[in-house]
């Protein structure tokens, strides 16, 4: 790379195949490694690593041929591609019946992330946020997905056993 302090042509770190304004600060990566940017865009200041660590996942690049490391969604500490596996201390992976994003309150609640709170219609199972089950006509529940406190329109609550039925018996 070229040193603007001394005008001089130097090496690049091991680690890179490329670099620019710093010996290890990596344009692109040796063989086997993969392209970091540990600060994800605060500096840009780039590096080589041969895993991504906790917080991240690999992707490959189209614009520099090669694997980079991506930031995992907002408190997740654990994921796989752009999908949550694992949320950090005092939040709860966020899950829906269906897969789909869902508005509660005016807020929206994405699948497969991380949320401090589970809301209405959903009920904290482990350190998972599940959705009521809309199968057996939940609208909330507690302690698990079937075991509902209230119904969705036109289904009835049979108290005494926590069950929403869309027929009178």
């Not at 590096?47 to 490391?69: A, L, R, T």
């Not at 939940?138 to 997905?145: D, F, L, S």
Request: proline share 3%.
């Amino acid at each position: 790379f070229g040193n603007i302090d001394n005008s001089l042509c130097e090496v690049c770190d091991s680690q890179c195949k490329t670099c620019e304004f710093d010996k290890d600060n990596c344009t692109s990566c040796s063989d086997g490694l993969i392209y970091m940017d540990p600060n994800y865009g605060l500096n840009l200041e780039f590096i080589c690593v041969e895993n991504c660590p906790k917080s991240f996942y690999e992707k490959f690049n189209d614009d520099f041929d090669g694997y980079e490391c991506l930031p995992c969604s907002q408190n997740c500490i654990s994921c796989s591609q752009k999908i949550c596996n694992e949320c950090d201390i005092g939040f709860y992976l966020f899950k829906t019946e269906f897969g789909e994003s869902v508005i509660v309150d005016g807020i929206t609640y994405n699948n497969f992330e991380c949320y401090r709170f589970c809301p209405e219609g959903f009920v904290l199972v482990g350190s998972n946020c599940l959705q009521c089950s809309i199968k057996t006509f939940c609208k909330t529940c507690v302690e698990k997905i079937d075991k509902c406190t209230s119904c969705i329109e036109n289904s009835f609550f049979i108290s005494a056993e926590n069950l929403c039925i869309s027929e009178i018996p």
